[in-house]
């Protein structure tokens, strides 16, 4: 078994800030872990993958809220609440990325968010996210 890649841990991350949403805080715990069982039966995740991630969501989440105003700051007529829960979960990481992540150049932090949006998200995903992340790139 190989180590995952940033690409394949991003998409983890991703997926994680996404299920975040639909959980409360109490239940936090038990959705990672479910999480990590489904991703060991898809992807036979390394023990040292799992605690990368584990450790890299800990700081993304400790940070959404300095992140979501950043957000909510460019992404002018949108509310969070009216965004798309997808777009949010990728603006989440990629915004951490772009601010506190000082291994992921800038390009490769939207590069890769308008990758996820194109994935997961609706058709004008990847223009929205990539509007926002551009915004905040220039301002930071």
Do not use: C
């Not at 992404?75 to 798309?84: E, F, I, P, T, Y």
């Not at 609706?122 to 992340?133: E, K, Q, R």
């Amino acid at each position: 078994m190989d180590k995952m890649t940033r690409r394949q841990a991003r998409e983890h991350l991703f997926r994680m800030i996404f299920l975040k949403e639909f959980h409360p805080a109490d239940e936090q715990d038990e959705v990672r872990d479910l999480y990590y069982e489904y991703a060991d039966q898809a992807e036979n995740l390394l023990d040292e993958d799992r605690e990368e991630l584990s450790a890299k969501y800990a700081l993304v989440e400790e940070k959404i809220p300095l992140i979501d105003p950043q957000i909510e700051e460019v992404s002018v007529g949108w509310k969070l609440n009216r965004m798309s829960r997808v777009d949010l979960a990728i603006l989440r990481l990629a915004v951490y990325e772009l601010l506190y992540d000082e291994k992921i150049p800038t390009g490769v932090a939207i590069n890769e968010a308008v990758e996820l949006a194109k994935t997961y998200g609706g058709d004008a995903s990847p223009s929205f996210v990539n509007g926002i992340l551009a915004k905040i790139a220039t301002k930071g």
